[in-house]
């Protein structure tokens, strides 16, 4: 069993930065896939940013140099820096833990909401 909890979001202008934190329990989270998703109002949830295991990173073409995923094995943590960030952005933002047994675990999100 995996708990995610997400922190960080909020309201930011256009051009800004905010870092989102995701802290995991358990023992076994060097493991896991971990991950970065978002739902905007009507739209499907997209993914934003994945890390494995052996910290190779994916991020989607819409924030790509832009957003930046790391993990911290050691603390159970995964954070997602973003900058220059863009309304269209905005969402809600959750945290996904990918088990090697392909269970999925998320986060209860975050909203960032970017607004001039």
């Known amino acids: 069993q995996v708990q995610l909890v997400e922190s960080g979001g909020g309201l930011v202008q256009p051009g800004g930065s905010l870092r989102l934190s995701c802290a995991a329990s358990?023992?076994?989270?060097?493991?896991?896939?971990m991950g970065w998703y978002r739902q905007a109002p009507g739209k499907q949830r997209e993914l934003v940013a994945t890390i494995t295991s052996g910290g190779s990173t994916n991020y989607a073409d819409s924030v790509w140099g832009r957003f930046t995923i790391f993990r911290d094995n050691a603390m159970n943590t995964v954070d997602l820096q973003m900058k220059s960030l863009k309304p269209e952005d905005t969402a809600v933002y959750y945290c996904?833990?990918?088990?090697?047994?392909?269970?999925?675990?998320w986060g209860q999100g975050t909203q960032v909401t970017v607004s001039s």
């Open positions: 996904n833990a990918d088990s090697p047994s392909r269970l999925r675990y």
């Open positions: 358990g023992s076994i989270f060097r493991l896991y896939v």
